[in-house]
């Protein structure tokens, strides 16, 4: 359903029923909603894609948690890898000098044999000699096993902590793993819902957006019975987006100068625009959209009053808002209606209301200024939004009981816009 159509059905209910509307007015007070931005939903093309990307994010860590597990137990063993290979270089030379210090002890104890078998002077001095010689042999071999030993513990342990770094990297390629795999879980989950309600009609949340603003101008201070009067409601997008559906909306409200008859039946207000020059009556209005209004930009509306030659003396207005609905669900709208009042003067100067006529005493109420049974005085000013309008009381003429009665309407139609957004943000808070 369409924003606009919520907002006439409030509206009807305000001009029927003001009394209803009035006593609920410090409710509506107490809870003036604040402008917020609206995040658009994503669609469900968007979150297929979604699902692309997470699966894809999921299949790529699986695969790098697996290739790092045989890199620990294959890649990591393998003769070409830097640590491995020093490690097996070490250990073949701590072997090598093992085996040399072997054989310099054997030549140690194989000089001493000598050096004991020995006769003469002569044989004993070169035994000696030999003696010596292996056992500077020995001692340095068993330096060169000692430095060999140490090189192959030193490559062992580089190559045990590239092992460990290699066993932490696992782990986290297992944690991005899982968190891959729960945002994947998370993504089909969205997409399931959203293609599980794909048939039902999507509801945006509808804020207040006092940057989208309709104005009236050319609506002169007083009509007179019999005449038409074309004037314009300029619809203005002030905010940095672009509004995709733009409705306005606008009505015609009034009372006669002793604030007891209604003068709506003689007042007909229409519509029309460059793109539907046809006039229409403005109950069409509010169902219809203006098309996207780019940031910044605005849309001219051609409004045309007609008032009937028998209509009393009296005090009218001219509602008019504006909503917006946009192609991702969000919506909202200028969260009061801004009212435009004018004086209305019959055709001959004639008939009940007449300023210059004296009041008929049984037309008047008994108390006009009595609280209502729902609570409240009807003592609303007539301008209760922000509206420029350029009619005011003070220049009518008109008697006391025309601000208490006749304008209650207008500040219902107020209200009824205000229960409108209250409404609105109500059922976000709900369903949040």
């Given amino acids: 359903m369409k924003i606009r159509r919520v907002l006439a059905t409030a509206v009807a209910a305000a001009v029927t029923a003001p009394v209803v509307l009035l006593s609920s007015a410090p409710a509506f007070a107490d809870e003036k909603p604040a402008a917020q931005t609206q995040k658009a939903k994503p669609t469900v093309e968007e979150l297929k894609q979604a699902v692309e990307r997470a699966q894809k994010e999921y299949d790529a860590a699986v695969i790098a948690v697996s290739d790092a597990i045989k890199f620990l137990t294959e890649g990591l063993e393998e003769e070409t890898y ?7 270089e070490a250990e073949k030379a701590a072997e090598a000098a093992a085996k040399a ?13 000598e ?4 006769t003469t002077d002569e044989d004993k001095a070169a035994a000696q000699t030999a003696l010596d010689e292996a056992r500077t042999a020995a001692t340095e071999a068993a330096e060169a096993k000692t430095a060999a030993d140490t090189a192959v513990t030193e ?76 004037f314009t409601l300029r619809v203005t997008n002030g905010t940095g987006s672009t509004m995709d559906e733009v ?25 029309s625009t460059a793109a539907n020059p046809k006039w229409r009556d403005a109950g069409l209005l509010g169902g219809t959209s203006l098309g996207s209004l780019k940031a910044n930009t605005s849309v001219d509306v051609k ?42 003067l019959p055709k001959d100067g004639d008939g009940v209301g007449d300023p210059g006529k004296p009041e008929d005493p049984k037309d008047k109420p008994a108390n006009p200024n009595k609280p209502t049974g ?26 006391d009981a025309l601000p208490k009665i006749a304008l209650a309407g207008g500040a219902a139609l107020v209200l009824g816009a205000g229960a409108v957004i209250i409404t609105r943000r109500r059922n976000r808070n709900t369903n949040a």
């Fill in 82 to 88: 830097p640590t491995k290979a020093a490690l097996i």
């Fill in 101 to 113: 210090k072997t054989e310099a002890d054997q030549a140690v104890v194989d000089a001493q044999a």
């Fill in 115 to 118: 050096l004991d078998a020995a």
């Fill in 155 to 230: 490559a062992q342990t580089a190559h045990d902590d590239e092992r460990v770094a290699q066993t932490r990297k696992i782990g986290l390629l297992q944690k991005a793993r899982d968190e891959a795999k729960k945002k994947l879980e998370d993504a089909e989950k969205a997409l399931a819902d959203a293609e599980a309600g794909e048939g039902e009609e999507p509801v945006g949340d509808c804020v207040p957006e006092p940057e989208l603003t309709a104005v009236v101008s050319g609506l002169p201070d007083k009509v007179v019975g019999g005449t038409t009067e074309t």
């Fill in 247 to 271: 409705y306005p909306f606008a009505s015609v409200h009034g009372f006669d100068t002793k604030g007891y008859k209604e003068l709506d039946s003689y007042l007909d207000l229409e519509w």
């Fill in 303 to 344: 409004l045309r009053l007609k008032v009937d030659a028998d209509v009393l003396a009296g005090q009218g207005s001219v509602y008019v808002t504006a909503d917006y609905l946009n192609d991702d669900h969000s919506c909202g709208g200028y969260p009061d209606l801004n009212d435009h009042a004018f004086q209305i």
């Fill in 374 to 399: 729902q609570g409240g005085t009807s003592t609303t000013p007539v301008n209760t939004s922000s509206g420029t309008g350029t009619g005011s009381l003070a220049q009518t003429g008109s008697n």
